[in-house]
């Protein structure tokens, strides 16, 4: 089966750097069936020379002129074979070395754009993070939130769940809203007719509820490290924060407000729409680790929350290596975004370099 050519941007860096590694290879195959070619005639000549030899020394007498010729005719063929051998030994050398420099600008070329790529892919996350942090200051202060915690009655309650309700209803990236007051207790929550377990329930032990009422102010939030959430059977992003008398920022702490994300679908949205081209989607594998390295997000699906995936970050906030099974790996550390700090967390993304190399030879 002939394969027609591929169609490259002559701008395009890596298909410059590819066509390098492509030229390396051509001329080293020419140079190669070149010298092999001058061997065959040295090969030949040797032959001739030697049949000469013995038909001069049949001769005699008369044939020693030509057996002089013969003999200078073999010097020459041996001389041309000794420098043949010993510039196919130095061409052999450099034509290595080149395709090792073509193949390292290709791995840079490609390294640097899947590093921005990751860079890309956790900013993304950061800049979503950030309004899931403005969104549960924000709703703290609303008075029916208040409300529910200040007043303590079954219609409050039933108030602020229909209040959280039509806040759902707005934004689809929750799962739910929980109000709990100072003991812990769930005094309610946003959609009671999905989960009518949560309301009465306790998280007194939960890290967002023990956090959040450390806070100091209303301008404070906690932000969670995605987790497996029982209550909700879900993959989450908790964000919470005190809910504050009178709504105020330096108003005692009544309860808290605990928002969890849907992260599932949020971060596979991310990590499955990272713009690579699609000959190269098949060997790529987009992830978001968190501090420790835990995979919270891949577009493969594989290893959620139960892999850790070994990254060689030598310290830098971003860059790119080969591991040794030749794959390359891109990584960029969380930037955070204004008031979000950001929990440590990395988009990485591995690449198969062997098969996307099979499929080019083919």
Not at 49 to 59: M, Q, Y
Not at 156 to 161: P, Y
Not at 231 to 250: C, M
Not at 272 to 301: F, N, Q, W, Y
Request: aromatic share 8%; glycine share 8%; hydrophobic share 40%.
């Amino acid at each position: 089966m002939c394969l027609s050519e591929p169609h490259r941007n002559p701008k395009d860096p890596k298909a410059m750097h590819e066509q390098m590694i492509e030229v390396s290879r051509d001329v080293s195959s020419v140079a190669r069936q070149s010298l092999t070619e001058i061997q065959g005639v040295t090969r030949a000549t040797k032959m001739l020379a030697t049949n000469a030899l013995i038909e001069a020394a049949h001769a005699g007498e008369h044939g020693k002129g030509f057996a002089i010729v013969a003999e200078e005719v073999g010097r020459i063929s041996t001389n041309i074979d000794t420098i043949t051998e010993h510039l196919r030994d130095r061409l052999d050398e450099k034509f290595t070395e080149m395709d090792r420099l073509s193949r390292s600008l290709v791995v840079d070329t490609k390294g640097e754009r899947l590093a921005d790529l990751a860079l890309m892919m956790i900013d993304i996350i950061d800049r979503n993070l950030f309004e899931r942090s403005c969104d549960v200051r924000w709703w703290a202060t609303d008075s029916a939130v208040v409300d529910a915690l200040t007043q303590q009655d079954s219609q409050t309650a039933a108030f602020a769940s229909q209040r959280l309700g039509v806040i759902l209803d707005s934004y689809t990236v929750y799962f739910d809203l929980w109000i709990a007051d100072a003991d812990g207790k769930v005094v309610a929550n946003g959609r009671p007719d999905r989960f009518p377990h949560v309301a009465g329930s306790s998280v007194a032990n939960t890290e967002w509820f023990k956090k959040s009422m450390a806070t100091r102010s209303g301008a404070d939030y906690v932000a969670c490290d995605v987790e497996q959430n029982m209550s909700l059977d879900a993959t989450v992003g908790t964000y919470a924060t005190a809910i504050r008398e009178g709504g105020r920022e330096n108003g005692k702490a009544l309860g808290a407000m605990g928002i969890f994300f849907d992260w599932q679908n949020q971060s596979a949205d991310v990590v499955g729409k990272v713009r690579l081209p699609e000959a190269e989607r098949a060997d790529t594998r987009c992830m978001l680790l968190d501090k420790d390295h835990r995979v919270i997000a891949s577009s493969d699906g594989h290893g959620i929350l139960s892999e850790r995936f070994p990254i060689e970050t030598d310290d830098q906030s971003s860059g790119y290596y080969q591991a040794n099974n030749g794959d390359l790996i891109a990584f960029a550390k969380t930037p955070g975004y204004e008031t979000y700090e950001g929990l440590g967390w990395y988009g990485v993304i591995a690449q198969r370099q062997q098969a996307q190399e099979q499929r080019q030879a083919a």
